[in-house]
């Protein structure tokens, strides 16, 4: 065995290699380091939201890995993680570009083999993804409690306000209902003090030929001191 442990080509688990890859080493690399050591499903949603083109070809060779690891390891995709990955230098195509004076620049298209090789977690890991998710199941279920709770106290306290706002409804109606009895009462007073005062409204009337007797006795006086003279 190596002084330092084993190789990182020779490290026990399932793999999937793509070759000639058309990007660069150093590209491919960048998104590789973002998954080394995650679980594959935490390493596929990484993949999936990365905004590197390298992204696509990398997830594919991961659902690979995990693809091999199912049929040909026997062994559930969801107790897998990422326990290595890298990407070799693959050939380098060369073209020419045409410049100026007859000359050429010469381009360099780069390749990559990128190998991920993924591994089942160890007990102790499993169990601790167990408790975790036990955890947060009870939780989650305090959580629905909780908003469950809160609910019926709600509803409770709109029911009280509602049967609240029906009870002074109903106290304004029947208030309303007395003012107009009241009001009822105060229109027959006034038609019988209508009644009663009819007499005096005649007592004018009466004294009408009073003033017209009155008018008359000057008219007369007037016509006496006509005749003396």
């Known amino acids: ?3 330092f442990g084993v190789k990182t080509n020779e490290r026990p688990g399932t793999r999937a290699v ?3 890859a058309r990007m660069s080493a150093y590209k491919a690399r960048e998104v590789l380091d973002l998954i ?3 679980e594959v499903q935490q390493a596929d949603e ?6 590197r083109d390298a992204a696509i070809v990398i997830r594919k060779c991961l659902h690979s890995a995990m693809a091999n ?3 040909n390891d026997v062994i559930d995709s969801t107790e897998l ?3 290595a990955c890298y990407a070799d230098e693959g050939p380098t195509l060369k073209r020419w570009r045409p410049r100026a004076r007859g000359r050429a620049t010469r381009i360099r298209k780069r390749t990559c083999h990128i190998t991920i090789i993924v591994t089942r977690l160890s007990e102790a890991e499993l169990q601790r993804r167990r408790d975790r998710e036990a ?3 009870a939780a989650a279920g305090r959580g629905r409690r909780r908003s469950q709770a809160a609910a019926d106290s709600r509803r409770q306290r709109v029911a009280k306000s509602r049967a609240r706002e029906e009870a002074v409804a109903d106290h304004d109606h029947e208030h309303d209902h007395d003012e107009e009895a009241v009001t009822d009462e105060v229109a027959g007073d006034e038609v019988e003090t209508d ?3 009819s007499p005096e409204a005649e007592a004018p009337e009466a004294e009408a030929p009073e003033a017209e007797a009155e008018a008359d006795e000057p008219a007369a006086e007037a016509t006496d001191a006509g005749e003396e003279e």
């Open 46 to 51: 990484i993949l999936q939201f990365a905004e």
């Open 1 to 3: 065995m190596p002084a």
């Open 135 to 137: 955890v947060s199941a």
């Open 195 to 197: 009644e009663v005062e």
């Open 69 to 71: 690891a199912e049929h």
């Open 36 to 38: 080394r050591g995650k």
């Open 81 to 83: 993680f990422v326990s």
């Open 18 to 20: 793509v070759r000639h």
